[in-house]
């Protein structure tokens, strides 16, 4: 493989890459607004922990920070 052809297959793994951590990021933020609604709809915060991964305290954090969530 020439110089050239190695750094068009670079670039183009390095877009996936980026275009993988954009919907990563679009996802976690997903995970954490549905968490904190739930949250926030009266579920069981033990639930909501253990099906979010997110701890019970960051919880707490991010429904600070979100405010009060409408229903969908």
């Known amino acids: 493989m020439d ?3 190695s750094l068009a ?8 890459l980026r275009e993988a951590e954009v ?3 679009a996802a976690r ?4 607004t549905e968490a ?3 949250a926030q ?8 922990t253990a099906l979010s ?3 019970t ?4 954090t991010l429904s600070a920070q979100l405010g009060e969530i409408p229903p969908r």
């Open 3 to 5: 110089t050239e052809k």
């Open 9 to 16: 297959a670079l670039e183009l793994a390095v877009q996936r």
């Open 23 to 25: 919907a990563l990021n």
């Open 29 to 32: 933020a997903d995970v954490e």
């Open 36 to 38: 904190v609604a739930a």
């Open 41 to 48: 709809a009266g579920q069981d915060l033990d639930e909501v």
């Open 53 to 55: 991964g997110i701890p």
């Open 57 to 60: 305290g960051d919880l707490r």
